[in-house]
């Protein structure tokens, strides 16, 4: 089955006032987006530092703290931040994850990139820190269900969700804020609360590509009969049926 991927479905991410030079991809622009201006931020995982100067360059942040953990990055991160200089703007860490920021260093912490389990591991080392943020913002790989869970099980509640297409992929970016979280369906926390109630405009491809990708990996396990197997033939057609619920409801839906 051929791959759905979402090269021809690009859309506009926002506003986009950009440093001379500094062109983020849109996935990040969707992140920048999302920052608050005016906030002292923190770019967990910065690897080139790309999200830091755009965000210190453009005037969103007035200070922005790029941290990385692996030395080689922190070193392109430095370099890249003295090339564009932004050193009194941007301070570059060398650090793992929270444990390089003191509790209130910052109001906004960004982790864009990183899977989703890392991110919640993350979140967690440092419950000090996290408690004394305003916002998050996070851009995980993987499935972002779980993580939705965790934030609201640690006091956070999702303020907004976006979904944008980068290079045949899809990207979803949250915002949160501390707050009690209103109590969700497990279809509303494993595809995006926020996604659904506004009816995103990529969500229909985005699910296609899902259903697409299930169809797939059920097809793969049509030989297997164990109990594992068929648990999981089980999970795969309840999610699939799920998503095709949500299909017949978003606009554009082919009436039966």
Known sequence: MADLTCASRRTNPGPCHQPVGLHLPVRLQAVANLVPPGSITADIGTDHAYLPLYLAGSGRCPRVIAVEAAPGPYHRALDAVRGAGLIGRVEVRLGDGLQALQPG?????????????????????????????????LQPQGEAGPLRRYLAGAGWRLEEEDLVCDAGHYYII???????????????????????????????????????????????????????????????????????????????AAKS
């Open 105 to 137: 260093e910052v109001d906004t912490a960004v982790m864009a990139g990183l899977g989703a389990l890392t991110q919640q591991e993350i979140l967690s080392a440092r419950p000090d820190v996290r408690q004394a943020l305003r916002h998050l913002v």
């Open 174 to 252: 949250m915002a949160a804020g501390q707050g009690a979280s209103p109590a969700y369906s497990d279809l509303e926390w494993r595809l995006g609360p926020l996604l659904l109630q506004r009816r995103h405009p990529l969500l229909k491809d985005y699910l296609l590509y899902k259903k697409e990708k299930l169809t797939a990996a059920v097809q793969q396990l049509a030989a297997g009969r164990g109990q594992r197997a068929r648990q999981r033939r089980e999970d795969l057609h309840r999610l699939l049926a799920e998503i095709q619920e949500v299909l017949a409801w978003l606009p554009g």
